[in-house]
Each structure stands twice: as structure tokens, then as C-alpha cells.
């Protein structure tokens, strides 16, 4: 069985190594909009290759956060269910003063 980069024959993403040594998986358009810009404003390819270098790994970090956010919006939708139920008075003022 073939993987979706086999048969698409244009790689998706390529392995980097990261600051500390694990193999991380770096997209290639970000690859081309860092390369772009270092075009634009520098000359020097040793910096381009330090930047990649220090950001190795920034997608898996950002994939994170949006995961604990998520959670954290389902986990406040029990909050106010539970605050609704057992403190309806409090909950009603807070929330017309909101939309008020």
C-alpha cells in the first residue's frame, strides 16, 4: 500500500532535525515563505539555515496550543451548565449585565 505522498509524487513535508536532536516534520510552504523572505531581506544563507535550525518544531507547539484551547472552550461549556443549575440567580444577573 502506497502513502498519500507516494502517489501525489510531491512531498507534503520534509524531516528536520531539531533542536534537540528528535526528527520533527516541517512543512515545504513553510520552507518557501521563510526562503522568500530571507531573499528579500538578507544575503546570507547561514542565517536562513540557523532560522530553520531555531524554529524546527514550532508547528508541533502550535498544534498543541489549538488542542488546549479546544478543550479548555468544552471544558468551560460544562462550567456554565453546572453554574445554570445549582446557581440560576447569580448566573441569569452575570449574564444579562453581559449582554446588556
Excluded at 528536520?16 to 530571507?38: A, C, D, Q
Amino acid at each position: 500500500m502506497k502513502s498519500h505522498l507516494e502517489n501525489s509524487g510531491t512531498p507534503q513535508c520534509l524531516r528536520v532535525l531539531g533542536r534537540s536532536g528528535s526528527e520533527v516534520f516541517v512543512s515545504i510552504k513553510s520552507i518557501l515563505l521563510t526562503t522568500y523572505y530571507f531573499c528579500l531581506h538578507s544575503s546570507s544563507l547561514e542565517k536562513q539555515a540557523e532560522y530553520f535550525h531555531e524554529h524546527a518544531g514550532h508547528e508541533e507547539t502550535h498544534n498543541r496550543m489549538a488542542l488546549i484551547i479546544i478543550l479548555a472552550l468544552v471544558a468551560f461549556q460544562f462550567v456554565l451548565l453546572w453554574w445554570k443549575k445549582h446557581h440560576y440567580r447569580s448566573y441569569q444577573a452575570t449574564t444579562t449585565i453581559g449582554l446588556w
